[in-house]
């Protein structure tokens, strides 16, 4: 039987946990990608759709679309496009030809491939 202080203890260890998590990654996304020795298309891979010149519908459909997945759209990457297919991306609300152009282009811009299936 778990006790109430128990309980307690737990709840505060799991938020000491989150705040952890929430710094480190505060501290990731401070590093200049810049400063780093990567190569231009690895750097270019990891950054956030939402540092990207995207237009606003693009950005709503792939917020949408990251909805139902574990990443939240606003810490996606452009190597993340690849989660979905593009025939996901046609069924996608409001996911017309020039958006899926835009997320096409930058996969080719990444050196990536989105997936057929």
Known sequence: MITE?????ALATIAAYKKQLQDRIAQIDAVDLNSLDVDPIARFRITK?????LSRR???VLA???DHTDIK???ARVQDLT???KIEYR?????GKKTLDEIKYLCEQANIQLRTR
């Not at 202080?5 to 203890?9: D, F, L, V």
């Not at 759709?49 to 010149?53: E, G, K, Q, Y």
Request: proline share 0%; hydrophobic share 50%.
């Open 5 to 9: 202080q128990e309980y307690a203890n």
């Open 49 to 53: 759709l939402i540092d990207m010149d």
């Open 58 to 60: 693009t950005i709503n």
């Open 64 to 66: 949408a679309m990251f």
């Open 73 to 75: 759209w606003y810490q």
């Open 83 to 85: 989660i979905f297919s």
């Open 91 to 95: 069924r996608a609300r409001m996911c």
